[in-house]
C-alpha cells in the first residue's frame, strides 16, 4: 500500500474527479429532496391582482374621511371569485382574504370596525388610509423574476413554491445510480434465521443502502454478496459498472490473502486513484475511476469503518454529483463528554452519542465503548463521529470537530 493520505487530500482527489450529473425532469410530487438543474422563475406576478390581507370591506377610503359613515353594500367577492363589482363614492363590497380587489377600491376596512345596519347598509367607525389592508400586484415577485437559483434542494417550502408558479414537471439533477458489491466467503444473507458459527450475517449491504437512500442524493441498486474467488467477483463488478455511475465494494480491499478487490478493479480497467487513507477506522479505502468514468470505492469490510468511510469519503461524492452546494462532511464543535484518547498514529473518528445537558448549554459528546471496527453495537447508538487529530488523551470538556451522521 503507497503512502497514506490525510482525510482532505483523500476527499480532495475524489471531488476533483466528480462529474455533475445531467437534468431530467421529474413529477414535483417526485421531488423532495431533489436539486434544481435550472432556475425557477414567476410565470405571472405574484400576486397576479391587488389581494385583500384582511375580511372586511373594499371602499374608497375618501368615503371613510368623516365618521361614523353609511355606504351601500353591493356585492361580495371571495377568494377564488371572478366576481368585478365597481366600487363608486358611497358604496362598498364584502371581502374576504385573499380575494381581487374590486375596480374602484382603494382600501380595505376591517371587518371588526363595522357593523351591519341593515340589509345592504354598512356603519364604519374607524377611517383607513388608501392601500391599507391591500397586497399589490406583484409586490411579491415580477413575472420572469427568479425565486429559486439552480442548486436549490427542494424542501417542503420549495415545493409550495413550485407548485404556486406551475413548476411541474420541475428540473432537477438527476441523481447517480450507486451499486452495492458485499465481498466474503463468510457472509450470508442478512434475513437467513440460523447462521452457522463461522459464518456472519451481511451488515454492510443494508447499511449502505439505508445510508445511500439517506442522502437523497443517489438511487441504490444492490449486487449481492459475492465469495473471495477472482472471477466471481470480476463478474460482479463488472455487472455493477455496465449498469451504475458509482460503484461500492464492501471488504477484500487491505492486503490479506483473499482481499482481491484491488485485482479484480485492474482486470477490469479500473485506474487507482490512491489506497489507503491515515485515518481510524477505514485505512484500506481505495478510490479508483471506471472504464467510463465510474467512481468506485473499495469500502473496508467492517461495518463501523463501512459507515465512517461512507460519511467521510462517499456522501460528498455523491452530493457533488447531485449539484450541491456544500460537498464535504458536516462539520460542528461539540464537547466531550468523556476523557478519549488516540494512540492509533492515524486521524481517529471516534463514535459518540450526542448529550444535552441543557437548552443554554452546548451540546456534550460521550465516546462509545467500541471493540473495534466490527462492533455494529456502537454503530447502532452513534449519533456521529468526533474527530480527533493529535496522538493524546483528550480531556472531558474539550471542545473538538463532530461530524453529524446526517446525510
Known amino acids: 500500500m503507497a503512502e497514506l493520505l490525510f482525510p482532505d487530500q483523500a476527499r480532495a ?24 438543474a435550472q432556475a425557477v422563475c414567476a410565470d405571472r406576478d405574484i400576486p397576479p391582482a391587488d389581494r385583500s390581507t384582511m375580511d372586511g370591506y373594499a371602499v374608497r377610503a375618501g368615503d371613510l374621511a368623516l365618521l361614523p359613515c353609511e355606504l351601500k353594500l353591493i356585492g361580495e367577492v371571495t377568494a377564488g371569485s371572478a366576481a368585478q363589482p365597481h366600487v363608486r363614492p358611497g358604496t362598498c363590497v364584502r371581502i374576504l382574504t385573499g380575494a381581487n380587489i374590486p375596480r374602484g377600491a382603494d382600501a380595505v376596512a376591517i371587518v371588526e370596525s363595522t357593523h351591519e345596519v341593515e340589509a345592504h347598509t354598512i356603519r364604519f367607525h374607524a377611517s383607513v388610509q388608501r392601500g391599507e389592508n391591500i397586497l399589490p400586484r406583484g409586490s411579491v415577485a415580477r413575472k420572469g423574476q427568479i425565486l429559486l437559483n439552480k442548486g436549490a434542494r427542494l424542501g417542503a417550502p420549495q415545493i409550495a413554491l413550485c407548485a404556486s408558479v406551475g413548476a ?16 466474503g466467503e463468510e457472509l450470508a444473507k442478512g434475513s437467513m434465521c440460523k447462521v452457522a458459527a463461522h459464518i456472519q450475517r451481511d451488515a454492510n449491504g443494508p447499511a449502505l443502502r439505508a445510508a445511500i437512500e439517506a442522502t437523497e ?17 470480476r463478474q460482479r463488478i463488472a455487472r455493477a459498472l455496465a449498469m451504475c455511475d458509482v460503484v461500492l465494494v464492501s ?10 478487490v484491488p485485482k479484480a478493479l485492474e482486470d477490469l480497467g479500473c485506474r487507482k486513484i490512491f489506497h489507503g487513507v491515515k485515518v481510524k477506522p477505514g485505512k484500506p479505502l481505495l478510490f479508483a475511476m471506471g472504464p467510463k468514468r465510474q467512481l468506485v470505492f473499495g ?52 463514535p459518540v452519542k450526542l448529550e444535552s445537558r ?45 461530524h453529524p451522521w446526517r446525510t
Not at 428540473?171 to 465481498?183: D, F, I, N
Not at 469500502?299 to 449539484?323: C, D, I, Q, W, Y
Not at 459528546?365 to 493524546?392: F, K, N, W
Request: proline share 7%; net charge positive; glycine share 10%.
Open 13 to 36: 482527489k475524489i471531488l476533483s474527479h466528480c462529474r455533475r450529473q445531467a437534468g431530467e425532469k421529474v413529477p414535483l410530487d417526485r421531488a423532495r429532496g431533489r436539486i434544481l
Open 168 to 183: 411541474d414537471p420541475v428540473a432537477v439533477v438527476s441523481r447517480p445510480r450507486v451499486g452495492v458489491v458485499c465481498t
Open 217 to 233: 442524493a443517489a438511487d441504490c441498486r444492490m449486487f449481492g454478496i459475492v465469495g473471495d474467488r477472482l472471477p466471481a467477483l
Open 251 to 260: 471488504g477484500g480491499v487491505s492486503a490479506g490473502k483473499y482481499d482481491l
Open 299 to 350: 469500502l473496508p469490510g467492517n461495518p463501523m469503518s463501512v459507515l465512517t468511510t461512507f460519511h467521510e469519503f462517499v456522501a460528498p461524492a455523491l452530493r457533488k454529483m447531485t449539484g450541491r452546494r456544500e460537498c464535504g462532511p458536516p462539520r460542528e464543535r461539540v464537547r466531550l463528554a468523556a476523557a478519549v484518547s488516540n494512540f492509533s498514529g492515524r486521524i481517529y473518528f471516534a
Open 358 to 402: 441543557g437548552d443554554d448549554l452546548p451540546l456534550f459528546a460521550m465516546p462509545l465503548p467500541s471493540r473495534g471496527s466490527a462492533d455494529v453495537l456502537a454503530g447502532a447508538l452513534c449519533d456521529g463521529v468526533v474527530v480527533l487529530t493529535d496522538q493524546r488523551e483528550y480531556a472531558a470538556g474539550e471542545w473538538v470537530e463532530y
